[in-house]
């Protein structure tokens, strides 16, 4: 019989090494480790001794849907390791989705990285703060992104908790998300989620599975909306509960392996770029904006609130690509607490955010002379209109332009504008001094 106080905790591990470093901060900082019941689905191609050799005890070796499963003890904490090789990886949400099949009914679901550091008992303040919650929602939902640590002998864990909220849509439709700090006494409303961190009843694994063709964008709006419709309601902790640790340029990532060469000599079925371009297709599909034969099955959105009060909530509309002026601005509002009076007044209130990183080599534009006195940045649609232009003086600078290494440059574009302007391309210029206008360098979009 399970604890009332049992949490089901799920990890996707991809060739991580810092996995073992994470069960071991989760368990040795749990203030009831015993009630943990840890399953990882670990892509890798190292033997299991890897794991005992830290500490941790073997109980059982046996076969689960044809994959090696393990279990595995340590600190009073069950630990189940589903096996597979890494070329046999179908991506992130495939992972998260082979992991929840180790569910077993406990009271709490924690969904999270293999790359993670956890505060002092956890496990105490995590349900704590969620029941806290329940005279406000009766399905609630911890979820933001973690501040980040960078691992080593003296990790530096950062200080502030965020709130996610909207950046922009890419070309595919779908949308991106950004965190942005804030400051209060309890936990704060938001509309979306953040894969790498959520914390609920155990009720989400039956009502809300990971959608195992989902392969890595997309997931965490597709998530959100299927955990709205379906009754949940997304908070942000106003207290730091874990660390997480981003970027992680030097370790393996499922994208790097399952290439087209590894296609091409067998190693895998699929290049990854092919079971993403089959996901983003689901998650268009799910929140109606492609039409097709795609099914769904019972990766479907809920019954109990629907996908346009969703899009109300957030101040979005899927279609249109769009967002309420309050999303963009500096409020940055990620959820509306009131409906809108009149759908299509709602909808004409709507602008299109348009965001570009562009990497720009220093022999095509030197951003360092001191020459210059300002840079033309302009952006034009398909049928060569200007859809926006900026001058750009040196001093100004510094706020769109990052310099990445001594050949390489990082372009920041950001505009608004009523409606879908549909940029093509991107010409800067600069203007020097004592000679006037220099060369045009053009840009896709």
């Known amino acids: 019989m399970q604890s009332l106080s049992s949490i089901f905790v799920s990890i996707a591990s991809y060739r991580d090494p810092e996995l073992i470093p994470t069960l071991h901060d989760m368990i040795n900082t749990a203030k009831n480790p015993e009630n943990l019941n840890i399953a990882v689905f670990w892509q890798d191609d190292n033997e299991i001794n890897i794991f005992t050799n830290q ?11 044809g994959y090696p499963l393990h279990q595995l003890e340590y600190n009073h904490a069950r630990i189940w390791i589903l096996s597979v090789h890494y070329y046999e990886s179908k991506g992130a949400c495939w992972a998260r989705h082979m992991a ?13 990285d293999s790359h993670c550091r956890f505060i002092q008992h956890w ?3 995590m349900v704590t703060m969620l029941n806290s919650l329940r005279d406000k929602s009766p399905k609630p939902i911890l979820s933001s992104y973690p501040p980040g640590y960078e691992p080593g002998e003296n990790e530096d864990r ?14 595919e439709g779908m949308v991106q998300m950004m965190s942005m700090p804030f400051t209060e006494s309890a936990p704060v409303r938001c509309g979306y989620l953040a894969a790498g961190f959520v914390f609920s009843d155990g009720s989400f694994v039956r009502e809300v599975p990971n ?12 998530m959100a909306a299927r955990a709205f ?3 949940y309601d ?11 640790f981003y970027t992680r ?25 092919e079971r993403d371009k089959i996901a983003k297709s689901r998650v268009r599909t799910l929140l109606g904006t492609e039409q097709g034969e795609v099914e769904l099955g019972s990766y479907t959105l809920g019954t109990q609130r629907s996908l346009q009060e969703f899009e109300y909530r957030l101040g979005i509309n899927f279609k249109k690509r769009a967002a309420h002026p309050d999303v963009a601005g500096a409020s940055k509002v990620s959820y509306f607490t009131d409906l809108p009076t009149a759908h299509e007044q709602w909808l004409e209130s709507l602008i299109v955010v348009n965001k570009k990183t562009l990497k720009i080599e220093k022999h095509e534009v030197d951003f360092t002379r001191e020459d210059v006195e300002w840079w033309h940045i302009g952006v034009y649609n398909a049928q060569n209109a200007q859809v926006m232009a900026e001058q750009v003086d040196m001093s100004n600078m510094k706020k769109i332009i990052t310099k990445i290494d001594d050949s390489t440059f990082e372009l920041k574009l950001a505009f608004n504008t009523e409606t879908d302007s549909n940029p093509r391309s991107v010409r800067i210029c600069p203007y020097i001094r004592l000679q006037g206008w220099g060369d045009v360098v053009e840009k896709t979009w």
């Open 158 to 171: 950062k200080d502030y908790v965020s709130r996610l909220i909207f950046s922009a849509f890419t070309p």
């Open 123 to 125: 496990d105490h303040e």
């Open 234 to 244: 997304t908070y942000a902790p106003h207290k730091i509960l874990l660390w997480h």
């Open 249 to 273: 340029s030097k370790h393996s990532k499922v994208w790097s392996d399952h290439n087209n060469e590894a296609k091409e000599s067998g190693a895998v079925k699929f290049a990854w770029w």
């Open 100 to 112: 929840e099949g180790l569910f077993q009914d406990e009271t709490y679901f924690l969904q999270i």
């Open 229 to 231: 419709t379906h009754g």
């Open 211 to 222: 959608d195992p063709d989902i392969f890595f964008m997309g997931e965490e709006i597709a």
């Open 55 to 65: 500490g941790m005890r073997l109980i059982e070796s046996k076969t689960h849907l």
